[in-house]
């Protein structure tokens, strides 16, 4: 049972060093992914913003079409009122027609009146677009620069990091299924990623809380996985801290010089 106790703490620290390592690795890549990601988001939000942009001025080109129509179709009207006139038989057939003359030249007045508030809310429009574009275009260019930046690093290291992923994935298959999972999960909750600590000078490697003498001793044997009961991090081993013992420095006396008369 001790043996493999050990063997499973033993492959869990070797998990943990190639996934520190590998860690270090990203970090050196500092923020660089995530603003990339926020610029692709953003950038994203710009074009999503210029295409609801396009619609809105279609739907106003649109307005602006029927209301022309709509105008066209009430001047027929008004002419064939006229025509109208020319025949009535008394004045009541007059009054009715030139009311609904005066209605179509109404009508025509408030389309006229839309269709020129329709070219204004194109031209703001047409204002947003060209901000939205130029802030677009400066945020492409940031990403560009990003991604070459993030690009010139990951090469530096490609290398390294794909040799240490295959040494990770042949590191996990040396940790049972259920120990692993448990591993995973303490280490995403981590901020520095370690899972599997020491005991170093009888506190925690990872959260520094004092680990008792008798919990000590029972990591010490490796007969069951313990963790700590504050982070909840695998207590792997104990580091026995040895201290150099100091020496008492030597004391040097100085020989009186004999003095002949």
Not at 118 to 123: L, T
Request: aromatic residues 2%; neutral net charge; proline residues 2%.
């Amino acid at each position: 049972m001790e043996n493999t106790v050990a063997k499973k703490l033993e492959a869990l620290e070797k998990l943990q060093a190639l996934d520190s390592k590998i860690d270090e690795i990203k970090k050196i890549r500092g923020a660089l992914p995530e603003e990339v990601q926020d610029l692709e988001d953003e950038i994203a939000g710009y074009q999503t913003r210029i295409e609801k942009q396009n619609e809105e001025q279609k739907a106003l080109e649109d307005a602006i079409s029927a209301n022309k129509t709509a105008i066209k179709d009430a001047e027929k009207l008004i002419k064939k009122y006229e025509e109208q006139q020319m025949n009535v038989r008394n004045n009541r057939e007059y009054d009715a027609i030139t009311k609904e003359m005066e209605l179509q030249q109404l009508e025509i007045q408030i389309l006229e009146k839309r269709i020129k508030e329709s070219h204004e809310k194109i031209d703001g429009k047409k204002e947003e677009m060209g901000e939205t574009k130029a802030i677009l275009s400066e945020r492409e260019k940031d990403l560009k620069s990003k991604k070459e930046e993030l690009e010139n690093i990951v090469k530096e290291s490609e290398a390294d990091e794909q040799k240490m992923e295959k040494d990770r994935t042949k590191a996990t298959k040396g940790v049972e299924e259920r120990l692993l999972k448990s591993y995973e999960k303490v280490r995403i909750n981590m901020r520095n990623g370690l899972a599997v600590v020491p005991v170093k000078r009888g506190a925690c490697g990872g959260c520094f809380n004092v680990v008792p003498p008798q919990k000590q001793a029972e990591i010490r044997e490796k007969k069951k996985i313990i963790v700590c009961e504050h982070c909840g991090r695998i207590l792997s081993d104990v580091e026995d801290v040895i201290e150099e013992e100091v020496k008492p420095k030597r004391r040097t006396t100085r020989k009186k010089a004999a003095t002949k008369d």
